[in-house]
């Protein structure tokens, strides 16, 4: 019994370590490389700031382009773009899968 309980922690540790800087948490942070934009709108939380600074930076994103590029699940990728349509910051075009956001003309 204590061989397979070795075994299996010895796998699991050895998957952490893998995964190691691929997989992130979706309440973790976005990469250091996404820093928001300096001067974003007043009143936008951090991430909402970031995603963006995103879209400003490749002028047209799909929610799987944000979900991919932070490493965000789909509700809150969809909740950060929301928070900045609804503002008045991005708009939405294209319709179910084909949907995509860009800057507020």
Excluded at 37 to 52: C, I, Q, R, T
Excluded at 86 to 96: K, T
């Amino acid at each position: 019994m204590c061989r397979i309980g070795e075994l299996l922690a010895r796998g699991v540790a050895g998957l952490a370590a893998q995964n190691a800087g691929t997989a992130r948490g979706a309440h973790e942070a976005a990469p250091a490389a996404s820093e928001p934009d300096p001067n974003p709108p007043e009143g936008l939380s951090k991430d909402a700031a970031v995603v963006f600074g995103f879209i400003a930076d490749v002028r047209e994103v799909s929610p799987a382009d944000v979900r991919d590029r932070f490493g965000l699940s789909r509700a809150t990728a969809y909740r950060r773009l929301r928070e900045l349509e609804d503002r008045g910051l991005i708009q939405r075009g294209g319709q179910s899968r084909a949907v995509k956001y860009t800057l507020a003309a």
